[in-house]
């Protein structure tokens, strides 16, 4: 394989321990394009003749047509995706297949080939997060109105809607495409033209190469054009903020869906049952979500410590950097499409929802702002709420069951309007400036996601 310099075959063990084509193989068709804009390049710059780019074209293209139809032999003695495709093509086309590698290395073409597939695997991940905010909006809209208990420290703290509780992962999605989008800029730039490392004596055009396969500018210093990771770096921690999200996400569906709490129910095809228990239905996948993150977060940790001892310039370490990035797009590819699904898919159970935000005193701030408003100042007024509420406590009732002459005791100001702040709804409405859960600043907060989903 590697020609005259060696006396002995590579070692079975060794091979095997080398070779790399039966994961990167995925990169086959990010291999070919980018050998099709290289060999323009080639041909364009005089390089190789007219002649060898036609045969070029012709052999990839059926080498394309051979790995798509499965009819491509891929060999384990050929190492990588690279030497397959390139031993193929030789055999196809004869000596313009060997012209191909010409100004260039495994080293810059490994790692345009893996750009090209992550700025491919962003835009589909870009689609399916606004697919999800998509289904988060539908519901969201349809509980502007629902009141639910608000937590802190997971006590009940403050009412709010349950429209408003779902917007917050709509936010925070919003921030996970902004990060993706800006991750794709730093992805999105060529390597090809750094040979080996050093670059090449051949008269190349690096920026045609890069307009022809969409790259925004070249890699602009050799050595780190073919030993950069960062933008796989990168992308795996915005990948793992994705997934953290979606497993504190998911850790509130299973509380919620826990009949404890009773406040939601996850269609039958997203649960699974008990062998042993018949009445069990368990959120399996929210559980597993939760789960999977820790998957995730761990290819961060992989990427990063792959990274953290490596001299300039390349190094075959970096042959390590594509499973944890093909599992991390994997995972979270088929976490956002399950999860889009999953939304469509619950039932909201209103009535114990708001029986629980009844439960907790959960308007007691309400209470004390109204003293406020009275001209209490605050810190006293937080002193009379709180006997109020030991008081409603010692007769096992909620702040809004006591009665007027009662409350008068903890304070005088306190008139018949005082129901008005009582009540879930008038807490709610009371919340008005943005940002808040009063029923329509969260319905502006609605219609502004939706304009943000709808531009590109
Ligand atoms: N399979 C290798 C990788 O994934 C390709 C580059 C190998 N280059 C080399 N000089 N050994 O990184």
């Given at each position: 394989m590697w020609s005259?310099?060696?006396?002995?075959?590579v070692?079975?063990?060794?091979?095997?321990?080398?070779?790399?084509?039966d994961f990167?193989?995925?990169?086959?068709?990010?291999?070919?394009?980018?050998?099709?804009a290289h060999?323009?390049?080639?041909?364009?710059?005089?390089?190789i003749?007219?002649k060898?780019l036609?045969?070029?074209?012709r052999?990839?293209?059926?080498?394309?047509?051979?790995?798509?139809?499965?009819?491509?032999?891929?060999?384990l003695d050929?190492e990588d995706v690279?030497?397959?495709?390139?031993?193929?093509?030789?055999h196809?086309v004869?000596?313009a297949g060997?012209?191909?590698h010409?100004?260039?290395?495994?080293?810059?073409?490994?790692a345009?080939d893996?750009?090209?597939?992550l700025?491919?695997a962003?835009?589909?991940?870009?689609?399916l997060i606004?697919?999800?905010?998509?289904?988060?909006l539908?519901?969201?809209?349809?509980?502007t109105?629902?009141?639910?208990?608000?937590?802190?420290?997971l006590?009940?703290?403050?009412?709010?809607?349950?429209a408003?509780?779902?917007m917050?992962?709509?936010?925070m999605?919003?921030?996970?495409v902004?990060?993706?989008k800006?991750?794709?800029?730093?992805v999105n730039?060529?390597?090809?033209?750094?040979?080996?490392l050093?670059?090449?004596?051949?008269?190349?055009?690096?920026?045609?190469?890069?307009?022809?396969?969409?790259?925004?500018g070249?890699?602009e210093?050799s050595?780190d054009?073919?030993?950069?990771?960062?933008?796989?770096i990168?992308f795996?921690?915005?990948?793992a903020?994705?997934?953290?999200?979606?497993?504190?996400?998911?850790?509130?569906?299973?509380?919620?869906?826990?009949?404890?709490?009773?406040f939601?129910?996850?269609?039958d095809r997203f649960c699974?049952?008990?062998s042993?228990?018949?009445?069990k239905?368990?959120p399996?996948?929210?559980?597993?979500?939760?789960g999977?993150t820790g998957?995730?977060?761990?290819?961060?940790?992989?990427?990063?410590?792959?990274?953290?001892?490596?001299?300039?310039?390349?190094?075959?370490?970096?042959?390590?950097d594509?499973?944890?990035?093909?599992?991390?797009?994997?995972?979270l590819?088929?976490?956002?499409?399950?999860?889009?699904?999953?939304?469509?898919?619950?039932?909201?159970?209103?009535?114990?929802?708001r029986?629980?935000?009844?439960?907790g005193h959960?308007?007691?701030?309400?209470?004390a702002?109204y003293?406020?408003?009275?001209g209490?100042?605050?810190?006293?007024?937080?002193?009379?709420?709180?006997l109020?509420?030991?008081?409603a406590e010692?007769?096992?009732?909620?702040?809004?069951?006591?009665?007027?002459?009662?409350?008068?005791?903890?304070?005088?100001?306190i008139?018949?309007?005082?129901y008005l702040?009582?009540?879930?709804e008038?807490?709610?409405?009371?919340?008005?400036?943005?940002?808040?859960?009063?029923?329509e600043?969260?319905?502006?907060a609605?219609?502004?996601?939706r304009?943000?989903?709808?531009?590109?």
């Amino acid at each position: 394989m590697w020609s005259g310099r060696f006396s002995e075959p590579v070692a079975e063990l060794v091979k095997r321990y080398t070779a790399s084509v039966d994961f990167d193989r995925r990169l086959a068709p990010f291999d070919i394009q980018g050998s099709l804009a290289h060999a323009q390049m080639l041909a364009e710059c005089s390089i190789i003749s007219d002649k060898d780019l036609a045969d070029i074209r012709r052999g990839l293209g059926q080498i394309e047509a051979e790995i798509a139809s499965g009819d491509f032999a891929w060999s384990l003695d050929l190492e990588d995706v690279h030497l397959n495709i390139e031993k193929r093509l030789t055999h196809l086309v004869g000596d313009a297949g060997k012209r191909l590698h010409t100004g260039r290395s495994r080293n810059d073409q490994v790692a345009t080939d893996v750009r090209l597939y992550l700025r491919t695997a962003i835009d589909d991940l870009l689609s399916l997060i606004k697919a999800l905010q998509g289904a988060l909006l539908d519901l969201a809209e349809k509980h502007t109105r629902t009141v639910m208990p608000g937590f802190t420290h997971l006590q009940i703290a403050q009412p709010i809607s349950f429209a408003h509780h779902l917007m917050a992962y709509c936010e925070m999605m919003g921030r996970d495409v902004e990060r993706l989008k800006d991750a794709r800029r730093r992805v999105n730039r060529l390597p090809l033209g750094a040979a080996a490392l050093a670059g090449t004596s051949y008269p190349i055009d690096r920026m045609r190469v890069a307009s022809l396969l969409g790259f925004e500018g070249v890699c602009e210093n050799s050595l780190d054009a073919v030993s950069d990771r960062d933008f796989a770096i990168e992308f795996t921690a915005a990948a793992a903020l994705i997934m953290t999200h979606l497993s504190r996400f998911s850790e509130e569906l299973i509380l919620w869906m826990s009949p404890m709490a009773g406040f939601i129910d996850i269609a039958d095809r997203f649960c699974t049952g008990s062998s042993i228990m018949p009445q069990k239905k368990n959120p399996d996948v929210p559980e597993l979500v939760r789960g999977k993150t820790g998957r995730v977060n761990g290819h961060l940790i992989a990427l990063l410590t792959l990274m953290k001892g490596q001299p300039l310039a390349y190094n075959k370490d970096n042959q390590e950097d594509k499973e944890p990035l093909f599992d991390t797009v994997d995972t979270l590819t088929q976490t956002l499409r399950i999860y889009a699904d999953m939304i469509t898919g619950i039932r909201v159970k209103p009535e114990a929802m708001r029986r629980a935000a009844l439960q907790g005193h959960a308007t007691a701030t309400d209470l004390a702002d109204y003293l406020v408003r009275k001209g209490l100042p605050f810190r006293d007024a937080h002193e009379a709420v709180a006997l109020a509420v030991r008081h409603a406590e010692q007769k096992g009732c909620d702040l809004a069951e006591i009665s007027l002459v009662e409350l008068k005791e903890f304070s005088a100001l306190i008139g018949e309007d005082v129901y008005l702040v009582l009540s879930l709804e008038g807490s709610l409405a009371s919340r008005n400036h943005i940002g808040g859960t009063a029923p329509e600043q969260v319905e502006a907060a609605i219609s502004r996601a939706r304009t943000k989903l709808a531009a590109p």
